[in-house]
């Protein structure tokens, strides 16, 4: 390895970010592009042959300009950034003062997918576990709700996965339905805090519950969330997708390989993207194994398992 130098001047707020705790960033970029970084002060110094040295310099640019911005940098900005540097895209854009408030999108698919939901009446969001699909969905509609835009926050997701019924679990309807809305509370708890949450709750703002409970209403001024949708049947499916009423808009998200039915042929999230797609005010946006923004391991696991459906012809 070539051992000449190259400095890239930073702000001590962006070298930090750029290292991270303990040097972890930095030692992320490393092992990807087979330089060296070292850091002196005012900046940081690249170490390697030229190309490398010239991918480095674009992954550490990206994650300075994200940390300029306020935005925490973590690991999975840095595995993004790194991502991007290497195909050449272009990473998406920080986010000062962006509508969406401080959530921002990590990767082009899920900045197409942000966009999409603010324009569209009906976008479905498709792929994996772990690319921000629901998180992104939630962000999007607390963020309308803040601002005025619309009434209610509406999420819902089934109740009934893997054979498992309300009916056989314990405690009242509330202590029944509460195990499968924990992640929307979660991310819901992320993003508008605990305080803001319990207050809109208790207003009727924010409401998380299984599609059971969307049957025979209405639902007008406000942003709807259908979660996990690949375990709705085609009745569900068309049934909440007609609850939007006047001045409401709707997120649809599913991974369309991780099916719990005991007849996966019924899903209603295939049907639905089938039969709608190119319909006038209907979006789909698909994510894949890259979109991935958890753990590393989480997208060589999800790869794994698209290479072995690959090969079963599935």
């Known amino acids: 390895m070539s ?31 087979k330089v060296l970084i070292e850091t002196p002060g005012g900046g940081i110094s690249l ?31 840095v595995r993004m950034a790194v991502g ?5 895209e272009s990473a998406p854009a920080p986010p000062g003062g962006a509508r969406r408030g401080p959530v921002s999108p990590k990767t082009a698919t899920q900045a197409r997918y942000m966009d ?87 207003k ?8 059971a409970f969307m049957r025979g209403r209405t639902l007008s001024h406000a942003f709807i969330i259908v979660d996990e949708a690949q375990n709705t049947s085609r009745l569900q499916m068309k049934m909440v997708l007609t609850r939007m009423g006047e001045g409401s808009r709707m997120a649809v998200t599913g991974d369309p390989s991780q099916i719990d039915l005991m007849n996966p042929s019924d899903s209603g999230l295939a049907h639905a993207v089938a039969i709608l797609d190119g319909v006038e005010g209907v979006a789909i946006a698909r994510f894949t194994a890259a979109d991935v923004v958890r753990h590393p391991m989480v997208a060589r696991i999800v790869r794994a398992y698209d290479d072995d459906a690959a090969k079963r012809g599935r």
């Open 3 to 33: 051992r000449t130098p190259e400095f890239v001047v930073l702000s001590d707020v962006a070298a930090r970010a750029v290292a991270g705790a303990g040097g972890r960033h930095a030692a992320l970029i490393e092992d990807a592009f």
């Open 47 to 77: 170490s390697g042959d030229s190309r490398a040295r010239s991918l480095a310099k674009r992954a550490v640019l990206a994650l300075a300009a994200l940390a300029e911005s306020g935005t925490p940098v973590t690991e999975a900005d």
């Open 84 to 88: 991007h540097s290497r195909t050449g």
């Open 116 to 202: 999409l939901l603010g324009r569209h009446d009906l976008v479905f969001g498709l792929g994996p576990a772990g690319t921000g699909k629901t998180f992104l969905a939630v962000a999007h509609g607390a963020g309308m709700l803040m601002r005025g835009e619309i009434d209610r926050l509406i999420v819902t997701r089934p109740a009934v996965e893997a054979g498992e019924k309300l009916g056989f679990l314990p405690g009242d309807l509330t202590e029944k339905v509460d195990p499968y809305m924990a992640p929307v509370w979660e991310a819901l708890t992320q993003i508008v805090g605990t305080e803001q949450l319990r207050r809109r709750r208790d």
């Open 204 to 211: 009727g703002e924010i409401e998380v519950a299984p599609i």
